[in-house]
């Protein structure tokens, strides 16, 4: 007896969790299909039931890992306690965020793979940049929108560098006073 289509988005759902996760933690090369499937408990066969390709694949996984911000941004609002600007820059700049990568932001974890990626994933990659760049502009104090959209830019920068950074360093004390330093710069500028 077959999959219901129910048990098949169920199923496709799992595969790019998993794949969304290894990718952040291995790398969109580090990771493959029969390793993937396996751990989904699925025959490598199995993959092309779901996707056409591993570059459909990397873009969904993607796609799921995007939008860390605004589901934060969401949960605070449920719970009466708008996300500020200092949280948002805590949190990713965090030990747990560093190490952490599979749970993290997609950014810091693979920017670099994703900008020898195919035009879907960097067209998915530019359109949530945009959205979070909107999202830090709009935590920021003041009305001059073009400040405020260089500021965003600066951060999202500072805040992908200084992870990547973090967690490229083998020296634990080098690796917070990273973190721990350009947090600082970025909530207090002056």
């Not at 708008?82 to 993290?104: C, E, M, Q």
Request: hydrophobic residues 45%.
């Amino acid at each position: 007896m077959g999959y219901s289509q129910a048990q098949k988005e169920k199923t496709h759902k799992r595969i790019v969790a998993i794949a969304s996760k290894r990718f952040r933690e291995k790398g969109l090369a580090g990771f493959g299909i029969a390793e993937l499937m396996k751990e989904a408990g699925l025959t490598v066969g199995g993959f092309y039931k779901h996707f056409d390709s591993r570059d459909e694949l990397v873009a969904e996984a993607l796609s799921d890992a995007f939008g860390v911000w605004q589901r934060q941004k969401e949960a605070a609002e449920a719970t009466a306690q708008p996300l500020t600007f200092a949280k948002l820059i805590d949190d990713y700049l965090s030990d747990v965020h560093r190490k952490n990568p599979g749970a993290g932001c997609a950014f810091s974890a693979l920017a670099p793979e994703i900008a020898r990626g195919d035009k879907r994933t960097r067209t998915l990659t530019s359109a949530q940049v945009q959205r979070d760049l909107e999202l830090l502009a709009a935590l920021l104090p003041g009305k001059d929108k073009r400040a405020a959209r260089s500021r965003a830019i600066l951060t999202f920068s500072a805040l992908v560098g200084a992870m990547s950074l973090a967690r490229a360093v083998s020296d634990e004390v080098l690796s917070r006073e990273i973190l721990q330093t350009v947090a600082g710069l970025l909530k207090n500028p002056d």
